[in-house]
């Protein structure tokens, strides 16, 4: 009876070893797959940490980052003390707020449709449009935007003009603007979230869709029901990580849509743009706004280390 217990035990012992195994084959194809990914966030994310310090430096190029002279809190409180910063900080986090609550209401939406979108030709041409934006560069934008709101030439002026009413000077009125840099956002944004959504929800047992269907649930109770519950998990995700960039700023979005008009700084102005007017008008002042500019982005921040 012992010999035949020792026996099982043994048995079950290399049964575990096989599994583990197994296992280690199968996620050793994951690893290997995963080591670039990796790679990219060590050097270009982790290792830049260290920079971090520059924030409480008197950063001199001559000296690099290392050995330029500790100044304490001074940058920090050369950037509480200007007549700017209440007004980059609000327009920095609003924005940022605006555009997480908008991306990914419209994002989840468009997921959905396209998940109830059938025909596969349709799809893959939605897709097409909607990702297309994403590669394209604020440059870019910035030129289509100026097609659109120029005062003499531009597309929503002759619009205007058509319809007997007088044509906007849109670049010197700072009330358009938050409308406009948010559609800009979401416009070109909206493409990967989109297809991170819909893969989520590509992953979601059609099972549960076709019983639903059985029991006569409708198109709208099934999303509310099904697709809305299930797709939650990555809806929280995507969240916090857009919370954790609350701080960063798109600066091509804010600087070349608007063409960096000081008309619309009360609207357009951030922390990234903030940074770029100092660089133009005092060395001195540079120094402090790009250290503690590149502190509060994320604490990560890239680097020439010097």
């Not at 012992?13 to 199968?26: F, K, V």
């Not at 790679?39 to 409480?56: E, K, Q, R």
């Not at 100044?71 to 605006?98: E, P, Q």
């Not at 070109?188 to 549960?208: E, Q, R, W």
Request: glycine share 6%; net charge positive.
């Amino acid at each position: 009876m012992f010999t035949s217990k020792k026996r099982s035990e043994k048995t079950m012992a290399n049964r575990r070893l096989g599994t583990d195994s197994l296992a280690w084959r199968n996620t050793r194809q994951l690893l290997v797959l995963a080591i670039p990914g990796i790679l990219w966030f060590v050097i270009f994310a982790y290792i830049p940490m260290f920079g971090s310090i520059i924030a409480f430096k008197d950063f001199d190029y001559a000296k690099g980052i290392w050995f330029s002279d500790w100044n304490g809190l001074d940058n920090f409180k050369y950037l509480f003390s200007t007549d700017d910063a209440m007004r980059i900080f609000r327009n920095t986090i609003l924005y940022n707020a605006v555009f997480i609550i908008f991306g990914t209401a419209i994002s989840v939406m468009t997921a959905v449709f396209l998940d109830f979108t059938k025909r596969r030709v349709f799809i893959k041409i939605y897709q097409t449009a909607l990702f297309l934006p994403h590669l394209i560069s604020w440059v870019v934008v910035a030129y289509i935007a100026l097609a659109m709101f120029s005062f003499t030439n531009g597309f929503f002026n002759h619009l205007l003009n058509s319809i007997g009413k007088e044509p906007v000077s849109w670049y010197m009125e700072p009330k358009y603007w938050p409308v406009i840099l948010i559609a800009f956002n979401v416009w070109k944004t909206i493409g990967f979230n989109v297809l991170v959504y819909y893969g989520s929800i590509m992953g979601i047992d059609s099972s549960l869709y076709e019983a639903a269907a059985i029991d006569g649930a409708s198109k709208t109770q099934m999303i509310f029901k099904i697709t809305m519950p299930l797709l939650k998990p990555t809806i929280i995700l995507m969240f916090i990580m857009s919370i954790g960039s609350m701080m960063r700023a798109d600066f091509g979005l804010f600087y070349y849509v608007p063409n960096d008009q000081g008309a619309l700084y009360a609207v357009t102005d951030v922390i990234d743009t903030w940074t770029k007017h100092g660089s133009k008008n005092n060395t001195i002042a540079y120094n402090h706004i790009k250290n503690t500019n590149q502190y509060l982005h994320d604490g990560a921040p890239i680097y020439t280390l010097g």
